[in-house]
């Protein structure tokens, strides 16, 4: 079993209380019993020896640890922001190296935690590829440009906003927590928030992943605490202290977009990382079976993660054929324990609202094509299964889509909503103005041939990231793994480059050849070059 404290300025702290992580595969196995066991350890019953069950202890921080760990980021935020950005960068690239040798431990963690195996795959790829060299060096190249102009030396430069508080989400905790290197890669120091009721992976990778490349580099003790306690508790300390500069937040849309009033209100900057509800548009001259595989990523993880794709709207010459062979892709799709090599489905626990908005969409005339019940672990349907059976709906028309809960609004279960547009004049323009109105924004992807149909949908504005033929959910080097506009990013959203996000611009004057001094009220103008 392994045991974390608070770790606050490169030294653990003493815990007031503890949580624990079970492995995730035995509430299947028996979940009464596991969730007793949890129960009674939290309260400080003693861990059984050698159970298995029990992979990890976690340590509980109150005010006063987090207190402690905004002063440490606070003090050696400046140190740490004179470091060069190319010093910092070799930071990052062994951090990354690091993890990329520990990928095969890293999965095993997630898949500890709940996640399926091809499932926490998928998340150390993008883990891996979005704190790359690649990805690192884009971010880099934009903090700093130069140019002469008018005599003078010009700059403009990036500057970190200084102590980042960084709170990951519940289903994706560790591979999102990792965002917050980009963030030390500005100059900040990070303050990170451990979910409860998922601390263990975000406490791995950080204390035994991370923190022993940062202190290989000799980087300042202060620049990275990790802690776990009460979130709301936590976020308040955040938004009333003078430390915290900005605020990395992953939740729900109302959540989240109620946090970035509340930032604005006490000075900080929120980063948002909120809910998604993405498009993938397929035109008549897609290639089928790669778009109805693309659309079919839609149940990685029951749908239980934001940027998986929501939504299909789809050509009506086409619609028949691409329904099909999306059904026969989806019928590989499987539940099962988190260990099996082929399952992608999780349990859903709220599976109520499920069945509520597919009973709206069908009593409204969407057509139910297949699936739609419950399902034991191995796919069997079952009354009182843990899983529901990757669902999907056949909706006619752009014109009433979003009368629909299902098409309106971010789901967070198996359903895939595809929304055959109507037949007629102005069908492209039609369709984008459908992604354009969605008021999320992470992201949206199109499957389809024609050059012109491909650079009208790349003018898109709606969205974080923008895809072509491509998987939906996949990652590449050099472009981000987060970030996008409206629900999904707040009033500041966009792709989310870290590095950038929390730094701000500076623009900065050298004259090259000074003129004598003189005062600027002097009717001659202000001393220095003259303007160019």
Same mark, same amino acid.
């Given at each position: 079993?392994?045991?974390?404290?608070?770790? $606050?300025?490169?030294?653990?702290?003493?815990?007031?209380?503890?949580?624990?992580?079970?492995?995730?595969?035995?509430?299947?196995?028996?979940?009464?019993?596991?969730?007793?066991?949890?129960?009674?350890?939290?309260?400080?019953?003693?861990?059984?020896?050698?159970?298995?069950? /029990?992979?990890?202890?976690?340590?509980?921080?109150?005010?006063?640890?987090?207190?402690?760990?905004?002063?440490?980021?606070?003090?050696?935020?400046?140190?740490?922001?004179?470091?060069?950005?190319?010093?910092?960068?070799? /930071?990052?690239?062994?951090?990354?190296?690091?993890?990329?040798?520990?990928?095969?431990?890293?999965?095993?963690?997630?898949?500890?935690?709940?996640?399926?195996?091809?499932?926490?795959?998928?998340?150390?790829?993008?883990?891996?590829?979005?704190?790359?060299?690649?990805?690192?060096?884009?971010?880099?190249?934009?903090?700093?440009?130069?140019?002469?102009?008018?005599?003078?030396?010009?700059?403009?430069?990036?500057?970190?906003?200084?102590?980042?508080?960084?709170?990951?989400?519940?289903?994706?905790?560790?591979?999102?927590?990792?965002?917050?290197?980009?963030?030390?890669?500005?100059?900040?120091?990070?303050?990170?928030?451990?979910?409860?009721?998922?601390?263990?992976?975000?406490?791995?990778?950080?204390?035994?992943?991370?923190?022993?490349?940062?202190?290989?580099?000799?980087?300042?003790?202060?620049?990275?605490?990790?802690?776990?306690?009460?979130?709301?508790?936590?976020?308040?300390?955040?938004?009333?202290?003078?430390?915290?500069?900005?605020?990395?937040?992953?939740?729900?849309?109302?959540?989240?977009?109620?946090?970035?009033?509340?930032?604005?209100?006490?000075?900080?900057?929120?980063?948002?990382?909120?809910?998604?509800?993405?498009?993938?548009?397929?035109?008549?001259?897609?290639?089928?079976?790669?778009?109805?595989?693309?659309?079919?990523?839609?149940?990685?993880?029951?749908?239980?993660?934001?940027?998986?794709?929501?939504?299909?709207?789809?050509?009506?010459?086409?619609?028949?054929?691409?329904?099909?062979? @999306?059904?026969?892709? $989806?019928?590989?799709?499987?539940?099962?324990?988190?260990?099996?090599?082929?399952?992608? @489905?999780?349990?859903?626990?709220?599976?109520?609202?499920?069945?509520?908005?597919?009973?709206?969409?069908?009593?409204?005339?969407?057509?139910?094509?297949?699936?739609?019940?419950?399902?034991?672990?191995?796919?069997?349907?079952?009354?009182?299964?843990?899983?529901?059976?990757?669902?999907?709906?056949?909706?006619?028309?752009?014109?009433?889509?979003?009368?629909?809960?299902?098409?309106?609004?971010?789901?967070?279960?198996?359903?895939?909503? $595809?929304?055959?547009?109507?037949?007629?004049?102005? @069908?492209?323009?039609?369709?984008?103005?459908? @992604?354009?109105?969605?008021?999320?924004?992470?992201?949206?992807?199109?499957?389809?041939?024609?050059?012109?149909?491909?650079?009208?949908?790349?003018?898109?504005?709606?969205?974080?990231?923008?895809?072509?033929?491509?998987?939906?959910?996949?990652?590449?080097?050099?472009?981000?793994?987060?970030?996008?506009?409206?629900?999904?990013?707040? $009033?500041?959203? %966009?792709?989310?480059?870290?590095?950038?996000?929390?730094?701000?611009?500076?623009?900065?004057?050298?004259?090259?050849?000074? %003129?004598?001094?003189?005062?600027?009220?002097?009717?001659?103008?202000?001393?220095?070059?003259?303007?160019?």
């Amino acid at each position: 079993m392994h045991i974390y404290r608070p770790w $606050v300025d490169a030294r653990e702290v003493a815990a007031t209380s503890w949580t624990h992580a079970l492995r995730a595969s035995a509430v299947l196995e028996d979940a009464f019993v596991v969730i007793g066991l949890k129960r009674g350890l939290d309260r400080g019953d003693e861990p059984p020896v050698d159970d298995d069950r /029990v992979v990890a202890r976690v340590g509980l921080a109150d005010e006063s640890s987090m207190t402690q760990a905004l002063a440490a980021a606070r003090r050696d935020q400046p140190a740490w922001a004179e470091w060069p950005l190319r010093k910092r960068l070799e /930071v990052g690239y062994a951090v990354n190296a690091e993890i990329a040798s520990r990928f095969d431990d890293f999965v095993d963690v997630l898949v500890t935690e709940g996640h399926p195996r091809r499932l926490a795959q998928w998340e150390v790829t993008g883990v891996v590829s979005g704190s790359g060299p690649g990805t690192l060096d884009a971010q880099a190249a934009t903090m700093e440009t130069t140019f002469a102009a008018g005599g003078r030396d010009l700059r403009l430069v990036r500057k970190p906003d200084g102590v980042v508080c960084l709170a990951p989400p519940r289903n994706a905790a560790a591979s999102t927590s990792v965002l917050g290197l980009l963030a030390l890669m500005a100059g900040n120091t990070l303050v990170m928030k451990a979910p409860r009721s998922t601390p263990y992976g975000v406490t791995w990778i950080w204390r035994d992943v991370i923190e022993p490349v940062l202190r290989a580099h000799d980087v300042p003790p202060g620049v990275v605490s990790v802690l776990c306690g009460d979130p709301e508790e936590f976020l308040d300390q955040w938004l009333a202290s003078d430390h915290v500069d900005d605020i990395m937040y992953f939740g729900s849309s109302a959540r989240g977009l109620e946090l970035e009033r509340r930032c604005v209100e006490h000075g900080k900057k929120p980063v948002l990382e909120l809910a998604g509800n993405d498009v993938v548009l397929v035109w008549s001259d897609a290639e089928l079976d790669l778009a109805a595989a693309a659309a079919a990523e839609c149940f990685y993880g029951s749908a239980q993660i934001c940027m998986v794709p929501k939504q299909v709207v789809v050509h009506p010459d086409v619609a028949d054929d691409f329904l099909e062979r @999306l059904v026969t892709a $989806v019928a590989a799709v499987r539940p099962g324990r988190p260990e099996d090599d082929d399952v992608l @489905l999780t349990p859903v626990l709220k599976a109520q609202e499920f069945f509520e908005v597919l009973d709206e969409a069908t009593g409204a005339g969407a057509r139910l094509v297949t699936g739609g019940e419950r399902t034991d672990e191995n796919g069997r349907r079952d009354p009182s299964g843990v899983f529901l059976e990757p669902t999907v709906l056949r909706v006619e028309g752009l014109e009433a889509a979003r009368d629909l809960r299902a098409v309106r609004d971010e789901t967070f279960f198996p359903l895939l909503p $595809v929304v055959v547009a109507e037949p007629g004049d102005d @069908l492209l323009e039609r369709c984008l103005a459908f @992604l354009e109105t969605n008021p999320y924004g992470l992201r949206n992807s199109l499957w389809g041939r024609d050059p012109a149909v491909v650079e009208r949908f790349c003018a898109v504005r709606n969205g974080g990231l923008l895809k072509v033929n491509d998987s939906h959910i996949g990652f590449v080097d050099g472009l981000p793994t987060h970030g996008g506009t409206g629900f999904t990013g707040g $009033v500041f959203g %966009e792709c989310n480059f870290p590095m950038l996000r929390t730094s701000h611009l500076q623009g900065i004057s050298v004259a090259t050849a000074v %003129e004598p001094r003189r005062s600027v009220f002097d009717s001659a103008g202000p001393a220095g070059r003259s303007e160019a």
